[in-house]
C-alpha cells in the first residue's frame, strides 16, 4: 500500500502550527523577553534595557486559568522579579525582592531592615540609600509582610514607586527572575545582586 504523500501547503501549516506551539510554550513556561520602561531600578537597569526573566524558576502561571505551576524555589533576598504591578494587574513591574510573609521591613537612616536586623548583603543594599516615602515606608513603624505576599524595593530608591507606597505585591503577581540584561549589546551581562 503506498502512503499518500502531503502537499507541500499542508506541510508548511504543519510546520508554523508546530513553531507556534513551540514558540506559546517558551514564553508561557521557560522565559519571556522585557523593556525596563523606567530608572526604578537604576543602576542595576537602564531605560530601555531588553531583558530575559526567567518564570520556571518560582513557577510558571497557566494562561487562560491563572492556575500557578509549582517552581523551584521562593524568591530570596536581592532577586530581582518582575510581577504584575499591584495597583494595576494589566502592566508589569521590575523590583527587588525584600521580604517575604512573616517578615517586618523597616526604612532607617536610609538602612534597610529586615526583622530588626539592617541588610548588609547583597552589595546592592550597601550603596543604596533608601528613603523613607509612602505609607509603607515610614520611619519607625516596622511593617509585617502578609501571608502569600512579599515586599519589593527598586534599586533608584529616590524615584521608584514600590512598595512603600503601594504595599505588597501578591504571591500569585509573580511572573519570574530576571537573569540577563541582552540588548543593548554593550550591556548584554548576567543580572546578579551585585
Known sequence: MVK???????????IIVVAFLLAFAIKVFVFEL?????????????????????????GPRLPFINIRLPG??????GDIVVF??????TKSFI???????????????????????????PPAFRRVYYYNRGD?????????VPEDSYFMLGDNSASSRDSRYWG??????????????ILPFNRMQIITDK
Open 136 to 144: 509603607y515606608g515610614l520611619e519607625g513603624k516596622p511593617i509585617a
Open 95 to 121: 523590583k527587588r525582592f525584600i521580604a517575604g510573609p512573616g517578615e517586618t521591613v523597616e526604612i532607617k537612616d536610609g538602612k534597610l531592615i529586615v526583622n530588626g536586623k539592617a541588610v548588609e548583603g
Open 4 to 14: 499518500k504523500k502531503k502537499s507541500w501547503f499542508m506541510e508548511l501549516v504543519e
Open 84 to 89: 504584575k504591578a499591584p495597583d494595576d494587574p
Open 72 to 77: 523551584f524555589r521562593e524568591p530570596k533576598i
Open 34 to 58: 522585557y523593556k525596563i520602561p523606567s530608572g526604578s531600578m537604576i543602576p542595576t537597569l537602564l531605560v530601555d534595557d531588553r531583558i530575559v526573566v526567567v518564570k520556571f524558576i518560582y
Open 168 to 181: 505588597f505585591v501578591p504571591k500569585s503577581y509573580l511572573i519570574g527572575k530576571a537573569v540577563l540584561v
